[in-house]
């Protein structure tokens, strides 16, 4: 299934000497495994160019691929990711794919159309999904009400 989906917030580090690693996970990725594709016969990574991924030389390209952006540091660590797409779908794989090189606690945070919050968060050399759930607390500041009543009128 697709989504349209909004970046919301992003805390996220590939360090510099894991980026070959991770970019070889990336071009390992088999498309079969995909949901585009017009049969079972063929497949493909919905929404994504598998020459391109195919044929990335560096982690960065590999992830544009995948409609990610990177922001990196003066080291060459990959400390953001931005999504150029509007619309995603086989993500999961490429995250399952790059949560071994991932930091521990990194997550990209995500409000779906329906206004649905949910993250990806890279635990245990992993990347599983949390739902997010909005929690209303009643306001007890030290806000006061007055109220004059004149009770001779």
Not at 44 to 72: C, G, M, P, V
Not at 87 to 107: C, H, N, R, T, W
């Amino acid at each position: 299934m697709k989504y349209y989906m909004t970046l919301t917030k992003v805390d996220f580090f590939i360090p510099v000497e894991r980026c070959q690693d991770c970019l070889k996970a990336i071009k390992a990725l088999d498309p079969r495994k995909g949901t585009g594709g017009s049969s079972a016969e063929d497949k493909w990574f919905a929404w994504i160019n598998t020459k391109e991924y195919k044929d990335a030389q560096t982690l960065q390209d590999a992830l544009s691929a995948w409609h990610w952006r990177t922001d990196t540091d003066n080291d060459g660590n990959i400390v953001n990711l931005h999504f150029d797409g509007e619309i995603f779908e086989d993500e999961q794989f490429l995250f399952d794919a790059i949560a071994p090189f991932v930091k521990e606690g990194s997550y990209i945070q995500i409000q779906e159309g329906d206004r649905t919050n949910w993250r990806w968060i890279f635990i245990k050399r992993e990347c599983i999904i949390e739902q997010g759930t909005l929690a209303w607390e009643r306001f007890m500041g030290s806000r006061k009400f007055v109220f004059e009543l004149d009770m001779d009128n």
